[in-house]
């Protein structure tokens, strides 16, 4: 099974910064990983899939990078809505996993 | 509008069982296939299972943690997508949420649309 790690667990930053967030595949996922930003009571709600594509309707300051192991996300101008908790999760086969998750705190 | 729709969340007993069903709308569901996801209290997301549609075969796969114990179906003629959970333990309490697959080719799924959730709480 596929071990999905991410970096850091928490994350405090300013409106206005670029926040990077990392997700590490045990084995090569190839492209099939997707992040998702969950906020307190509700669902997750998908940003970006096959690592760098943005999903309809998410602000363009969300972007998606790697392949194979290696993947982050980036805010490029934290916004004080950008608080929450972050999921990568792989789709490359199944089981299906998730990372642990990043929490982002505004300052 | 897409809408997923989760209920019969519930307190139970450890050993019992539940079904939960995820009610869809606002596409034509027998097109889609359907996950299961949990959370529980405090901690992250766990991916529970997922049902293929009828294109794809509709068969089923499962998390080792619920596999044996847990049975996920869709009944196409009313949209609604099912958790049939046996043996319950404590560490099902969680809240269980559906979502919609999207998928290219057939074998690689993410998920676009979720359901609010429903709670399922296993105590004694």
Redesign the interface.
């Known amino acids: 099974d596929i071990q999905m790690t991410q970096s850091p667990s928490t994350l405090s930053a300013s409106v206005g910064d670029r926040v990077t967030i990392t997700c590490r595949a045990s084995q090569s996922i190839r492209s099939w990983l997707a992040w998702y930003q969950q906020k307190a009571g509700e669902p997750p709600n998908l940003l970006i899939y096959q690592a760098s594509a943005l999903q309809s309707g998410v602000p363009s300051r969300f972007s998606g990078t790697g392949s194979g192991t290696e993947f982050t996300l980036t805010i490029s101008s934290l916004q004080p809505d950008d608080f929450g908790t972050y999921y990568c999760q792989h789709y490359s086969t199944f089981p299906l996993s998730f990372g642990g998750g990043t929490k982002v705190e505004i300052k | 509008e897409v809408e997923l729709v989760e209920s019969g969340g519930s307190l139970v007993q450890p050993g019992q069982s539940l079904r939960l069903a995820c009610t869809a709308s606002g596409f034509n569901f027998a097109d889609y296939g359907m996950?299961w996801?949990r959370q529980a209290p405090g901690k992250?997301?766990?991916?529970v299972g997922?049902v293929r549609s009828r294109l794809y075969g509709g068969t089923i796969?499962?998390?080792?943690s619920v596999k044996g114990r847990f049975s996920i179906s869709r009944d196409d003629s009313v949209g609604i997508a099912f958790v049939q959970m046996n043996y319950l333990e404590t560490e099902d309490t969680a809240v269980y949420?559906c979502?919609r697959g999207?998928t290219v080719s057939g074998a690689?799924?993410?998920?676009?649309r979720?359901?609010?959730?429903t709670l399922v709480t296993v105590s004694s």
């Not at chain 2, 992250?44 to 991916?47: A, I, K, Q, R, V």
């Not at chain 2, 979720?114 to 959730?117: A, E, K, L, T, Y």
């Open positions: 996950t996801v992250g997301l766990e991916w997922f796969e499962y998390a080792a949420y979502g999207l690689k799924y993410y998920f676009d979720w359901g609010q959730g």
